[in-house]
């Protein structure tokens, strides 16, 4: 449910869309004594540029922290890093939850440019 005014405009900065791809997490912080830090697959149900929903066959309390890989179609990475949970709703089925987390920490892979070319020194003889 997003949140819109009464015009139908979309208020969110960042606006959800419906992005259903692979997801792994494990939980990393938690205040629970007996929690599951296993790795877990799923999908996402929907997107924005703060965070993404996702089911979980685990209920996730809020303000946990999770280890997260969003993954497109098996090979193209989209997200590896560290995300909040920030609601969790029990589905109608109650098999599974809809989890909302927003995204906190990533890591990147690519390698970090230098801000400035190496300037080449000749040697006097």
């Known amino acids: 449910m997003s949140k819109t005014q009464k015009s139908g ?8 869309a419906k992005r259903i791809m692979s997801i792994e997490y494990r939980l990393v912080t938690t205040k629970r004594a007996s929690a599951d830090k ?3 697959l799923s ?11 996702f089911y979980s066959e685990q209920e ?3 303000d946990e922290i999770l280890d997260v890989n969003v993954i497109m179609s098996g090979i193209l990475e989209i997200y ?12 109608n089925t109650g098999a599974n ?11 990147s892979k690519a390698p970090k440019k230098e ?8 040697k006097k003889i």
């Open 9 to 16: 405009q979309e208020r969110r900065y960042c606006p959800r």
């Open 38 to 40: 296993n790795w877990h």
């Open 43 to 53: 999908i996402t149900q929907d997107m924005s540029c703060n965070g993404l929903t």
């Open 60 to 62: 996730l309390k809020k």
């Open 80 to 91: 590896k890093g560290q995300c909040k949970v920030v609601r969790v709703e029990r589905k």
């Open 97 to 107: 939850f809809l989890t909302a987390i927003t995204f906190e920490k990533k890591v």
């Open 115 to 122: 801000t400035e070319p190496k300037k080449k020194v000749a």
